[in-house]
């Protein structure tokens, strides 16, 4: 199938452990993103990257650290894990410029932080 | 000023109406405009994209587009219960990949 795929589905941690969330998107597509979802449903762009290149960087905290080994495959690793960072964690995709290409998401990953 | 503004709802219309959802946006340099539809505990899936002023159809959703108002709205006809949801304006701001979200309208149709 031709998609988005982010793992894990469900991540349950304690405060301060480390964890990692992997998005691979296999529909040719030259720009990756990181988007949260609070429990109030606001969708909110953390980082997106051009064919490997970082070129959208909200205000996020530096705990949070995007690696994008290829342009097919965007991973994000979170340290020091805080409740506040418990959310869902959508990794989406499109083709070129945001001009004319809508995202396609991932199923997102729900975090909960203990 | 929030960049892309939407009333939270929820709406609710019975069964067969016409739903209309509205959203604002800040930036007047923006050049595409979409919709999302967000089931609860489901990613957002794109309903509708529209680009230039006026209306777009698309089976039973048609988009309205004003830029000089700064406003984009969905309009669902003959809405179903399969309808309800949160429906998501999307817009990109500063002519970049950056596409910023509205709070979403959570849609509810009364059987």
Not at chain 1, 57 to 72: G, H, I, L, Q
Not at chain 2, 34 to 49: A, D, T
């Amino acid at each position: 199938d031709t998609a988005v795929s982010q793992t894990p589905k469900y991540l349950v941690t304690q405060m301060g452990n480390d964890k990692s969330i992997k998005c691979e998107q296999n529909l040719g597509h030259d720009t990756m993103y990181w988007y949260k979802q609070d429990s109030k449903k606001f969708l909110k762009i953390m980082f997106s990257y051009n064919n490997k290149e970082l070129i959208i960087n909200e205000t996020v905290p530096n705990r949070f650290s995007p690696k994008s080994p290829d342009k097919a495959h965007l991973n994000l690793h979170i340290n020091s894990l805080e409740l506040g960072d418990s959310a869902v964690y959508f990794c989406a995709s499109s083709q070129a410029e945001q001009y004319n290409s809508p995202l396609h998401f991932g199923n997102g990953t729900r975090l909960t932080v203990t | 000023q929030k960049e892309v503004e939407q009333n939270s709802g929820p709406l609710s219309v019975p069964e067969g109406a016409i739903a209309s959802l509205n959203c604002t946006y800040s930036d007047r340099g923006s050049q595409s405009f979409f919709w999302y539809r967000q089931y609860s505990g489901k990613s957002p899936e794109l309903i509708m994209s529209i680009y230039s002023n006026g209306d777009k159809e698309d089976g039973r959703f048609t988009a309205q587009l004003n830029k000089a108002s700064q406003y984009v709205s969905l309009l669902i006809r003959d809405s179903q219960p399969s309808d309800s949801a949160t429906y998501l304006c999307a817009v990109p701001m500063d002519s970049s990949y950056k596409l910023i979200f509205g709070s979403g309208t959570r849609l509810l149709v009364r059987p």
